[in-house]
């Protein structure tokens, strides 16, 4: 006759102290107690431990050796036990990217269902975006300003690890002899050796051309062609040095999706473009997170009777006083644009203040500093003010104690390149029924659940019977979407 109980007697693994409890079969057990208690004491290292312990001896010499060896736990008697399972215990996810769309993986169905029958607009005019032709392409290309000099790339590779040595022998092969290797061209000539287990960029550049009125239209048009060919409908014209500080300014074609009205061309949607923890979705400003830290003027002065003398500069005060290096810059400072280190903060001019907690914009002033042992240095230097050197150290620095302390002055604030909503302008330009993926999962379960219906049926879901969806899917973008939304529903 079966038992009906689970009976330990003297148990005594971790916290619990000579424990006796009588435990019902086939039911639903819940164990529950004050931290400490010994609740997985009695759960796992007991009953499982035990339980799964008895079958393994149960089983071949053969068979054991591919499952371990338990110890018996710490306890005079358990009688009423089967061979046992268990699923471990899982904290829940500090990572600050985390949400629950994609903790229980809803997000990656959102992300799958934006890329395939999301409608594209330009993220500058909000116009529906359309697919260019070659003649389009060329024509944009030519009115750029005389002179400028461009490569003509195709994006062969994007964000993939890899040698990608495959990629390189068939370019080689197909003629060509330059390529740009992660933002760098080089020869394909030369032995290229990448490592294997970082992210790389491969373009193969296809034609090197000067911007002119003379400018060959035939030339152009057959290397944008094989660019295209090559890239898959992408590719992207580089003028060279234009960007910042001399870099290279790339501009992106596609015979996908470009708007017309703005020049501006969005590269084939992908499941990765939506998702704010890859470089591809991400807000470049914020990197995904939907905000940034920032130094808090009112937390680095927190006392704005005080004086510069008396420690107003909190993170560079030790007991009311200034370090002496610190000591020494705002005295420099002080000497240079003729204010007192005895006036309160709140009695200084705004534009004194701005230099001190903003810097001189790039104008250099004479810092002296005076050792303990009177040896007097001196040297010429643009001081870059209080919070950008607060924030850069933040960003800089190897030690996690002095991050902690840096963030002590640090607020949290919106990102303003996406107003917190953690993906890039051309992701957030993509819509289903009107909504891009962030309006989407800021919504509640149950006006979520609406949307979803209303992509299935074209009719938003009310009491009176519902009103029917604007720009409703097509039956095309219906059909892909079916089985995502049911697995989004459910």
Not at 11 to 26: G, Q, S, V
Not at 154 to 165: D, F, N, Q, S, Y
Request: with cysteine; proline share 4%.
């Amino acid at each position: 006759m079966p038992e009906s109980n689970i009976i330990i007697r003297g148990a005594r693994e971790h916290n619990l102290k000579n424990f006796d409890i009588t435990l019902p079969r086939d039911t639903l057990t819940v164990i529950t107690g004050v931290s400490g208690s010994g609740k997985s004491s009695l759960a796992f290292d007991t009953i499982f431990a035990e339980g799964q312990r008895r079958y393994v001896e149960s089983l071949s010499a053969y068979a054991r050796q591919f499952l371990g060896r338990m110890e018996k736990p710490d306890v005079d008697h358990i009688e009423g036990l089967s061979p046992s399972i268990s699923i471990d215990q899982k904290g829940v996810s500090k990572n600050p990217r985390s949400t629950v769309g994609t903790v229980t993986e809803i997000y990656d169905y959102l992300r799958l269902l934006f890329s395939r029958a999301g409608r594209p607009h330009c993220y500058n005019c909000g116009r529906p975006v359309q697919r260019q032709t070659v003649q389009q392409i060329v024509d944009s290309i030519l009115n750029w300003e005389e002179g400028t000099r461009l490569q003509i790339l195709a994006p062969v590779i994007t964000h993939m690890k890899g040698e990608h040595l495959q990629v390189f022998d068939t370019a080689r092969r197909d003629g060509f002899v330059r390529m740009r290797i992660d933002g760098e061209t080089r020869d394909l000539a030369d032995e290229i050796k990448l490592a294997k287990t970082k992210w790389h960029n491969l373009e193969v550049v296809v034609d090197r051309i000067i911007v002119r009125e003379d400018t060959e239209r035939g030339r152009l048009t057959e290397s944008v062609e094989t660019a295209l060919r090559l890239a898959g409908g992408n590719l992207i014209a580089s003028k060279l040095g234009t960007g910042k500080k001399g870099a290279d300014e790339d501009v992106v074609y596609s015979e996908h999706f470009a708007c017309l009205h703005c020049d501006i061309s969005i590269a084939e949607l992908e499941p990765r473009n939506f998702s704010f923890n890859t470089p591809f979705g991400a807000c470049p400003t914020c990197t995904g997170l939907g905000y940034k830290l920032e130094v808090d003027p009112d937390l680095v002065i927190q006392n704005k009777s005080l004086s510069l003398n008396d420690g107003a500069i909190t993170p560079w005060a030790r007991a009311g006083t200034n370090s002496p290096w610190y000591h020494s810059t705002l005295e420099s400072l002080a000497e240079h644009f003729g204010f007192s280190m005895d006036t309160p903060v709140r009695e200084m001019d705004l534009e004194h203040l701005s230099v001190i907690l903003y810097g001189t914009a790039g104008k250099k002033l004479e810092v002296s500093h005076q050792t303990k042992k009177g040896r007097v240095y001196a040297w010429n230097t643009a001081f870059d003010g209080v919070i950008p050197n607060m924030e850069r150290r933040h960003v800089d620095t190897e030690s996690d104690s002095v991050r902690d302390d840096i963030a002590r002055y640090m607020t949290q604030r919106a990102c303003a390149s996406c107003s917190g909503d953690r993906l890039k302008s051309e992701a957030l330009a993509v819509t289903v029924l009107g909504m891009n993926v962030m309006e989407v999962t800021g919504q509640s379960v149950e006006n979520a659940l609406r949307w979803a219906e209303a992509c299935r049926t074209g009719i938003w879901p009310s009491k009176d019977g519902g009103e029917e969806a604007e720009d409703p899917l097509s039956d095309r973008e219906q059909a892909i979407a079916a089985q995502i939304l049911k697995e989004v529903e459910a």
